[in-house]
């Protein structure tokens, strides 16, 4: 049976069970449990300070009121990477190619701090529709244009790490493709090519942690707008 290039991000079913249910519980068993010793494992050790350092940088321009969230923004960001990390071994299904999945998280935590401002300081949050010193022909078109640009937010949240994800993806895919095919005919040209595919595959480990960074941090700024 031929397969299409985008097939491999079609959510796998067994027995009439998704299996996308499965990939989203997984990265949770594979973090290991705080433990009491004095000296704890490097693998727990390097996710101590992993977590510490990306929650004081998200959390160090904030106000204390945006303090709150750092368990939530730190579990999320844990949770985005390695589910990025997990889908590019083989045999795997990345979740976070899926809109869908995507947007049900960026909806309803861009909902939650666009709520917060509405409820702690609705006159600033309001303000944001219209800069200050507009003049006053153009105030109707910018209040439609930042309404619209405000409800485009989760939108591109949810956007921007899909397609990013999908494209890595896909192209590495495609060069992985293209050293198989080429390997018994030409054998040179299939060895730079598998370089480049180890190269992209560097390159894409990368993506897949920054994306996951910048899902948080663009939170974290619709946060600290609000609070």
Same mark, same amino acid.
């Given at each position: 049976m031929a397969l299409g290039l985008f097939d491999q991000f079609a959510s796998p079913t067994y027995l009439g069970i998704p299996l996308i249910l499965l990939a989203l519980l997984l990265p949770w068993a594979l973090f290991p449990s705080p433990s009491t010793r004095w000296l704890s494992s490097p693998l727990l050790?390097?996710?101590?300070?992993?977590?510490? %350092?990306? @929650?004081?940088? #998200?959390?160090? /321009?904030?106000?204390?009121?945006?303090h709150k969230w750092a368990l939530l923004l730190t579990s999320l960001v844990i949770f985005l990477m390695t589910l990025n990390l997990l889908g590019l071994l083989p045999y795997t299904f990345t979740p976070t190619t899926q809109l869908s999945l995507n947007l049900g998280l960026a909806v309803p935590l861009w909902m939650a701090t666009v709520i917060i401002g509405l409820r702690d300081q609705p006159t600033h949050a309001l303000g944001h529709l219209l800069p200050e010193g507009t003049p006053t022909p153009l105030i109707p078109a910018l209040i439609i244009i930042? @309404?619209?640009? #405000?409800?485009?937010? /989760?939108?591109?949240?949810?956007?921007?790490?899909?397609?990013? +994800?999908?494209? *890595?993806? #896909?192209?590495?895919?495609?060069?992985? %493709?293209?050293?198989? %095919? #080429? +390997? /018994?005919?030409?054998?040179?040209?299939?060895?730079? %090519?598998?370089?480049? +595919?180890?190269?992209?595959?560097?390159?894409?480990?990368?993506?897949?942690?920054?994306?996951?960074?910048?899902?948080? +941090?663009?939170? *974290?700024l619709y946060l600290q707008e609000n609070i």
């Open positions: 050790s390097a996710q101590g300070w992993f977590i510490n %350092t990306f @929650t004081k940088q #998200l959390f160090l /321009p904030m106000s204390p009121k945006g930042e @309404t619209i640009s #405000l409800f485009i937010r /989760p939108l591109a949240l949810g956007v921007r790490l899909t397609a990013n +994800l999908t494209a *890595g993806h #896909l192209l590495i895919q495609l060069v992985a %493709t293209a050293t198989f %095919t #080429l +390997l /018994p005919l030409m054998p040179l040209v299939a060895l730079s %090519t598998a370089v480049l +595919l180890f190269l992209m595959t560097l390159l894409e480990i990368a993506v897949a942690m920054i994306q996951a960074y910048v899902f948080v +941090l663009l939170l *974290g």
